[in-house]
Nanobody, 114 residues
Framework: QVQLVESGGGLVQPGGSLRLSCAAE????????MSWYRQAPGKERELVAA????????NYADSVKGRFTISRDNGKNTVYLQMNNLKPEDTAVYYC???????WGQGTQVTVSS
């Protein structure tokens, strides 16, 4: 059974940083692209960042370019999202996704507030 287990969310002040992790259990993810999405209250889920299977290519939403970095460690079956210079509008539940599959993480809350 495939599980995506997220961690690293929390409360941070504007300008602060967090690193999210998503560990895949029960499945080797090295051949599959992965993504991070987020959903704020009252809004649709949106793509934040994506990374190819080998990690050689990444893509970001315009709203996070230059602030967020997606990476992966295929040896650990884990994808990361480093978030710097966080803003209140980054507040949302963040989900990792194993692309082209129905598998999603359970979500981790990120709250940016002073």
């Amino acid at each position: 059974q495939v599980q995506l287990v997220e961690s690293g969310g929390g409360l941070v002040q504007p300008g602060g940083s967090l690193r999210l992790s998503c560990a895949a259990e029960g499945f080797a993810t090295s051949s599959i692209p992965m993504s991070w999405y987020r959903q704020a209250p009252g809004k649709e889920r949106e793509l934040v960042a994506a990374i190819t299977s080998g990690g050689g290519s990444t893509n970001y939403a315009d709203s996070v370019k230059g602030r967020f970095t997606i990476s992966r460690d295929n040896g650990k079956n884990t994808v990361y999202l480093q978030m710097n210079n966080l803003k209140p509008e980054d507040t949302a539940v963040y989900y990792c996704h194993l692309d082209y599959t129905p598998h999603w993480g359970q979500g981790t809350q990120v709250t940016v507030s002073s």
